[in-house]
């Protein structure tokens, strides 16, 4: 019997799966809630721009290719894969939106990861973004979010996000790396050698610092943006010098009239469905096993989900994940794997040499927002805290903290995002799970009540 195997997201990690799969002899549903295929690496401009080489995905018989869908819950059994309830449609298609129920044979998570942003006084004024929303629309719609921009945080991905700005006419004020240079050296020099299959991604960069060179637009290490300022709109910047426990360094602070901020301190991985899945995750991030195989049987997961790696890592993972759970013999990937592993020790090299200081807690103010959506400030978290007897220390964890209480009593992470935004910092100031939601994505009470359009098998 031909087997069904349903794979959620449509980025590198999710397309090399899919693919795998048919090629194993699998019958494959692939979901994403874009309407494109492709995920932030392959985006796109709109069809307005008629693009000379857009990114297409090619069905075949044995693949069906379902945008515009959302998983919004995956629902455990005692035994087998769990069931995948999907609705399918835009917010705008109103009743034209339906929801499904499939039950694979096996199911690949490939959700991808979104920015992280640590929270700093004034971080919620208009015209401060994260840096793969400043991408997105530079690539797929052809606008700068601003004319005097300042992109800031750390990790590599600040360099293609400035470039983006710049080939739609931005104009990028400097680009600043929190990492001091001592720790962005140690982590890219240690065991050189070990780099030598990532020869493609230091190409890469070297033509995006290149194109920063042309552009000349400063990039500095050991320094970060603390604060927003502005009267209904972000106006100014200020910056200040780091040590590398990002503790601020005193009278370094210095301001920049922007009227854009593009702020990214790495990604958080989207663990909202392999939760849901009962997968076990460790350091924020999905465990699996040599075959890309979760904790949960059936259940597999690739790229930036189980380690943020780049394009190439999650397309071999995606390969394997795909093959296996396509029913393909493990034997075969010998090579892939190698590229896999490969990808993995450049995780953990990225990861040591653009670490999140311990001490960033010390950019913020009682009155620094620290949820968005529900406009909980940093003094109102802390009263909580401190009245569950454990208070919440600079610098510090709360340790036995009762942190559901206090998510309760400030609403801390219970806005429209979900702590999607906010989670990774309300995590460590309470250490909290914010990933743990039974609805993963929005869904109508009236698109409950109704029963599925239909209910697909194997």
């Known amino acids: 019997?031909?087997?069904?195997?349903?794979?959620?997201?449509?980025?590198?990690?999710?397309?090399?799966?899919?693919?795998?799969?048919?090629?194993?002899?699998?019958?494959?549903?692939?979901?994403?809630?874009?309407?494109?295929?492709?995920?932030?690496?392959?985006?796109?401009?709109?069809?307005?721009?008629?693009?000379?080489r857009p990114f297409r995905i090619r069905e075949s018989e044995r693949c069906d290719w379902w945008p515009g869908a959302a998983v919004w819950s995956l629902e455990r059994r005692d035994s087998g894969t769990p069931r995948v309830h999907v609705v399918r449609g835009s917010d705008a298609d109103g009743d034209q939106r339906r929801r499904y129920v499939l039950r694979?044979?096996?199911?690949?998570?490939?959700?991808?990861?979104?920015?992280?942003?640590?929270?700093?006084?004034?971080?919620?004024?208009p015209g401060v973004v994260t840096a793969g929303a400043a991408q997105a629309l530079a690539k797929g719609e052809r606008?700068?979010?601003?004319?005097?921009?300042?992109?800031?945080g750390t990790g590599p991905f600040l360099l293609p996000v400035a470039a983006s700005l710049l080939d739609v006419g931005a104009h990028v004020i400097e680009v600043l790396e929190a990492s001091t240079t001592g720790a962005v050296l140690r982590g890219w020099t240690h065991r050189p050698w070990e780099l030598a299959g990532q020869a493609g991604k230091a190409a890469e960069l070297a033509a995006y610092a290149a194109r920063l060179a042309r552009g000349h637009v400063p990039y500095r290490t050991g320094r970060a943006v603390i604060e927003a300022r502005?009267?209904?709109?972000?106006?100014?910047?200020?910056?200040?010098?780091l040590r590398a426990d990002w503790s601020v360094v005193p009278g370094s602070e210095r301001t920049s009239a922007v009227d854009a901020l593009?702020?990214?301190?790495?990604?958080?991985?989207?663990?909202?469905?392999?939760?849901?899945?009962?997968?076990?995750?460790?350091?924020?991030?999905?465990?699996?096993?040599?075959d890309q195989a979760t904790s949960v049987p059936g259940v597999y997961a690739a790229g930036e989900v189980t380690g943020i790696a780049?394009?190439?890592?999650?397309?071999?993972?995606?390969?394997?994940?795909?093959?296996?759970?396509?029913g393909g013999s493990p034997e075969r990937l010998r090579a892939i794997r190698r590229r896999r592993d490969e990808g993995r020790a450049f995780a953990v090299r990225l990861a040591t040499?653009?670490?999140?200081?311990?001490r960033w807690t010390e950019w913020l103010r009682p009155d620094t927002i620290v949820c968005r959506c529900e406009e909980t400030d940093y003094g109102t978290l802390r009263q909580a805290a401190h009245a569950q007897a454990t208070p919440l220390r600079e610098g510090a964890r709360a340790p036995g903290l009762d942190a559901r209480a206090?998510?309760?009593?400030?609403?801390?992470?219970?806005?429209?995002?979900q702590a999607r935004i906010c989670g990774p910092a309300l995590a460590e100031l309470l250490d909290t799970n914010p990933h743990h939601r039974p609805v993963a994505w929005p869904i109508r009470l009236g698109e409950l009540a109704n029963p599925p359009e239909k209910e697909q098998t194997t």
């Open 1 to 52: 019997m031909t087997r069904h195997v349903v794979v959620i997201g449509a980025g590198p990690a999710g397309l090399a799966a899919a693919t795998a799969a048919v090629r194993a002899g699998a019958r494959v549903t692939l979901i994403d809630a874009a309407d494109q295929a492709g995920g932030q690496y392959h985006r796109m401009p709109t069809d307005t721009y008629e693009a000379k």
């Open 104 to 125: 694979p044979d096996a199911l690949v998570l490939a959700p991808g990861a979104h920015d992280r942003v640590l929270p700093f006084p004034g971080w919620e004024l």
């Open 143 to 152: 606008v700068a979010v601003g004319g005097r921009a300042l992109v800031a």
């Open 230 to 241: 502005g009267d209904g709109r972000i106006e100014e910047a200020v910056t200040a010098r």
């Open 262 to 290: 593009c702020v990214t301190h790495g990604f958080t991985a989207r663990l909202e469905l392999p939760v849901a899945a009962g997968c076990a995750v460790l350091g924020g991030f999905v465990m699996v096993d040599g």
């Open 310 to 326: 780049g394009a190439p890592a999650a397309r071999a993972e995606g390969v394997v994940a795909g093959w296996v759970a396509g």
């Open 353 to 358: 040499a653009h670490p999140i200081g311990r």
């Open 406 to 417: 206090v998510r309760l009593g400030t609403r801390a992470g219970l806005g429209p995002c």
